[in-house]
């Protein structure tokens, strides 16, 4: 089924730790995205990428790295997990860019939890 | 500073039919979209308005209004399974996608 793939689905992860969090679509899509999610706040861009090769930062990208090595894996790091980090993490794509009409795709999500 | 607003949650009746609002304040404007999500689900694209009007699809209609900042989106002969949140966001001059918080719609038999 063609589509985006995240994992974990969830994660308990302790302060300080290092954690990669992993979104590979099999859509040949250009462009790519993390977004958070928190109760009551809208999706708030992290990092993008709008090709292989390329990727930007969004609205909140402290404390996250991104690479884009290929167009199929996009991955999302944390290099040092704070609690504040505790969120729903969304990977998305689309075919045309972060000016695309056509709606973004986006996976399941990934639950983390930093204690 | 960019904002969009649309109602914390609302209620309605199963058959029946509901608007959910949304204003939007952003630096240019190149477009506004609808997404329903599910309880602990991925958000899935509803609809897209670039131009002053309604479209229709199906059950699903999407309205704007540019010069008002205002969009609706339009459910009608609700069934249980309409039960999400439903996302309003608009595209920025610079093609960002800024955000509302989203509509917690319930649906009661």
């Known amino acids: 089924i063609a589509g985006i793939t995240q994992a974990p689905t969830s994660q308990i992860l302790a302060a300080g730790r290092r954690m990669t969090l992993r979104c590979t679509q099999d859509?040949?899509?250009?462009?790519m995205y993390w977004y958070r999610q928190d109760l009551g706040l809208g999706l708030r861009l992290i990092h993008y990428s709008n090709t292989a090769g390329t990727t930007g930062k969004g609205e909140v990208p402290d404390g996250y790295s991104v690479s884009r090595a290929n167009t199929d894996d996009f991955p999302l790091t944390l290099a040092s997990a704070v609690p504040s980090q505790t969120s729903v993490y969304f990977c998305?794509?689309?075919?045309?860019?972060?000016?695309?009409?056509?709606?973004?795709?986006f996976g399941s999500g990934t639950r983390l939890t930093v204690v | 500073g960019q904002n969009i607003d649309q109602p914390t949650e609302m209620t309605a009746t199963e058959g029946a039919i509901v608007q959910i609002n949304c204003t939007y304040q952003t630096s240019g404007f190149n477009g506004l979209f609808w997404y329903q999500q599910h309880a602990g689900e991925a958000p899935t694209f509803l609809s897209y308005n670039v131009l002053d009007g309604l479209e229709e699809k199906g059950r699903f209609s999407s309205f704007l209004s540019r010069s008002k900042g205002y969009s609706y989106l339009l459910l009608k002969e609700l069934q249980m399974k309409d039960s999400a949140s439903y996302l309003c966001a608009a595209l920025d001059s610079n093609y960002q996608l800024i955000w509302g918080a989203g509509t917690k719609l319930i649906i009661k038999p």
């Open positions: 859509m040949r899509h250009n462009a």
């Open positions: 998305a794509s689309s075919d045309s860019g972060q000016g695309t009409t056509d709606g973004y795709t």
